[in-house]
T-cell receptor, first 116, second 109 residues
Framework: KAGVTQTPRYLIKTRGQQVTLSCSPISGHRSVSWYQQTPGQGLQFLFEYFSETQRNKGNFPGRFSGRQFSNSRSEMNVSTLELGDSALYLC???????????????FGPGTRLTVT | GQNIDQPTEMTATEGAIVQINCTYQTSGFNGLFWYQQHAGEAPTFLSYNVLDGLEEKGRFSSFLSRSKGYSYLLLKELQMKDSASYLCAGPDSNYQLIWGAGTKLIIKP
């Protein structure tokens, strides 16, 4: 089975621009979660999508948004970029049970975003 | 609410044993995960404990005590390649994983 893929792997943007990151989950996985990781901060949860619906949302401003398509691929968008948005953005897919139980998450390689 | 704590950094010697602790407060416990993350790479799954006790997987073992809100990851016969960050994570009442900040493990020859 192919793993989780993310594109692009590296991105350099300037303040005020917007960016869209893409994530393709493992085949059959319907849940996709997005995380921001910065040195010393650990993984900060952005949001989770399940069957095209946002199921959970972290504590990030509205500039961060996402969506999921019918094939479970997901995109994350950040508008009006700020210097502090420079980070590694990771997506993870999983196959939760019907009751929403948490299962192991499989991570993609991440997109390293640098905002100048 | 849920809060997960783990030490920021630990140092150990090649060939030795190290125990990385993780404590949590949760209002809706549903298991505890351990992940390994090498510098510049994505986290990879190590273990998942949902019942009390020790689970062993080769050189790595993970322990859970639900009554104490405590878990640890035990690494035996340390190798240089074990130098990485180790993350513990637990689901909140919405089954969303809450992550600790990670423990950076430095292995010295």
């Amino acid at each position: 089975k192919a793993g989780v893929t993310q594109t692009p792997r590296y991105l350099i943007k300037t303040r005020g621009q917007q960016v869209t990151l893409s994530c393709s989950p493992i085949s059959g996985h319907r849940s996709v979660s997005w995380y921001q990781q910065t040195p010393g901060q650990g993984l900060q949860f952005l949001f989770e999508y399940f069957s095209e619906t946002q199921r959970n949302k972290g504590n990030f401003p509205g500039r961060f948004s996402g969506r999921q398509f019918s094939n479970s691929r997901s995109e994350m968008n950040v508008s009006t970029l700020e210097l502090g948005d420079s980070a590694l953005y990771l997506c993870a897919s999983s196959s939760p049970g019907a009751g929403g139980q948490t299962y192991e998450q499989y991570f993609g390689p991440g997109t390293r975003l640098t905002v100048t | 609410g849920q809060n997960i704590d783990q030490p920021t950094e630990m140092t150990a010697t090649e060939g030795a044993i190290v125990q990385i602790n993780c404590t949590y407060q949760t209002s809706g416990f549903n298991g505890l995960f351990w992940y390994q993350q090498h510098a510049g790479e994505a986290p990879t799954f190590l273990s998942y404990n949902v019942l009390d006790g020790l689970e062993e997987k080769g050189r790595f073992s993970s322990f859970l005590s639900r009554s104490k809100g405590y878990s640890y990851l035990l690494l035996k016969e340390l190798q240089m390649k074990d130098s990485a960050s180790y993350l513990c994570a637990g689901p909140d009442s919405n089954y969303q994983l809450i992550w600790g900040a990670g423990t950076k493990l430095i292995i010295k020859p």
